[in-house]
């Protein structure tokens, strides 16, 4: 149980179609990444965000964009699908403080997406 | 790009053999870390390794940091059924990238009783 909650779990869209993923980090945590895991392989950076800006992102193009709530819960929103985007999208989210800390990510259970 | 080559990618073993995973990279990490993933699930920490040359333990798991940085191992003594997932190593380059990881493409292990 890592504190972080994604929702929704499953979701089913079709090609062109725009999908919303929220995330709720662990309390405490300031700054929350998404990334993008297809199936058989290890997750990819998408962005980061830091105290409600983007701090960092992946390769991965613009119809990606996300969103940092001041409660420091998340949104990534993905436009105009494609078949590719099909994947688990998973949040995770780190502690505020940085003494000692060394990256390390507590992750949520990840949002499924096909699109179709 | 930073990348990280895992192997092997897939492993299936008896219970009770030992195993190791090899994470390599031509780049330098700042630190690395080892994630367990099962289906359904994110993955969820293992250990992190800092220092050149570092050695860790957690019970039947010894994770191993190279001297310079860009290579990893996981060994596994005694493999048991419940070891049984997907396991990834994590580069974090630190700096401007830091708490950005790259991730291998992982290795899932299957222990048969």
Do not use: M
Not at chain 1, 41 to 65: K, L, M
Not at chain 1, 87 to 97: I, M, N, W
Not at chain 2, 70 to 89: F, M, N, R, V, W
Request: with cysteine; proline share 5%.
């Amino acid at each position: 149980e890592t504190g972080v909650t994604q929702s929704p779990t499953h979701l089913i869209k079709t090609r062109g179609q725009q999908v919303t993923l929220r995330c709720s980090s662990q309390s405490g945590h300031n700054t929350v990444s998404w990334y993008q895991q297809a199936l058989g392989q290890g997750p990819q950076f998408i962005f980061q965000y830091y105290r409600e800006e983007e701090n960092g992102r992946g390769n991965f193009p613009p119809r990606f964009s996300g969103l940092q709530f001041p409660n420091y819960s998340s949104e990534l929103n993905v436009n105009a699908l494609e078949l590719d985007d099909s994947a688990l999208y998973l949040c995770a989210s780190r502690p505020v403080t940085w003494t000692g800390n060394t990256g390390e990510l507590f992750f949520g259970e990840g949002s499924r997406l096909t699109v179709l | 790009t930073q990348l990280l080559e895992q192997s092997p990618q897939f492993l299936s073993i008896q219970e009770g053999e030992n195993l190791t995973v090899y994470c390599n990279s031509s780049s330098v990490f700042s630190s690395l870390q080892w994630y367990r993933q099962e289906p359904g699930e994110g993955p969820v920490l293992l250990v992190t390794v800092v220092t050149g040359g570092e050695v860790k333990k957690l019970k039947r798991l010894t994770f191993q940091f190279g001297d310079a940085r860009k290579d990893s191992s996981l060994h596994i003594t005694a493999a048991q059924p419940g070891d049984t997932g997907l396991y990834l190593c994590a580069g974090d380059a630190g700096g401007t990238s830091y708490g950005k990881l790259t991730f291998g493409q992982g290795t899932i292990l299957t222990v048969h009783p």
